[in-house]
């Protein structure tokens, strides 16, 4: 075989392999900001901020947990945030003794625990109570009432905006 044919060969099948990687990393990238279109979230000047729901109909933003950066799920359901098992292993917290949780899939074991902080768009609480369960879905916490129950949450349509409460002046 002519050696240069060879060559053309071979930059053909590595154009299309960058043409497959590109298209790959295109539709991954797609998903992505389908399932947590709050990626890239602006802060209000009233500290407020402004989530949309995903594809799947549900709230997702990313925060920190302990200066770890996660995904949070919101949860009105949840009573306390809730840790995947691996993530709390990653943060090395120490768990209490086992408990039994009541979950929309029926009851689940846990642990509780308490998180230095857990922050979410510059909105941040610190020594907050959580759970940690091995049956959640690993790399997603959920955001549960203990948390959101602090913040003003209205809903309009598709949007979420979340809130600090606002401060009154101290009184003399």
Not at 33 to 48: F, I, Y
Not at 69 to 76: E, I, Y
């Amino acid at each position: 075989m002519n050696p240069f044919r060879r060559g053309g060969v071979l930059m053909l099948a590595i154009g299309w392999l960058l043409i497959i990687g590109i298209f790959w990393w295109v539709v991954d990238e797609w998903g992505r900001r389908e399932a947590n279109p709050n990626r890239a979230l602006t802060v209000g000047p009233a500290g407020e901020v402004v989530l949309q729901r995903n594809r799947a109909g549900h709230f997702l933003v990313d925060g920190d947990v302990n200066g770890k950066r996660v995904t949070f799920l919101l949860d009105t359901g949840a009573t306390y945030i809730a840790i995947p098992g691996g993530i709390a292993r990653e943060l090395k917290l120490k768990l209490g003794p086992p408990i039994t949780l009541q979950t929309a899939a029926g009851p689940a074991p846990g642990y509780p625990t308490r998180l230095e902080s857990v922050s979410v768009a510059g909105i941040e609480m610190r020594d907050m109570a959580a759970v940690v369960s091995e049956g959640l879905e690993p790399g997603t916490v959920l955001l549960g009432m203990n948390f959101l129950k602090r913040l003003e949450i209205t809903q309009k349509g598709e949007q979420l905006v979340l809130k600090p409460p606002s401060r009154q002046p101290a009184s003399r």
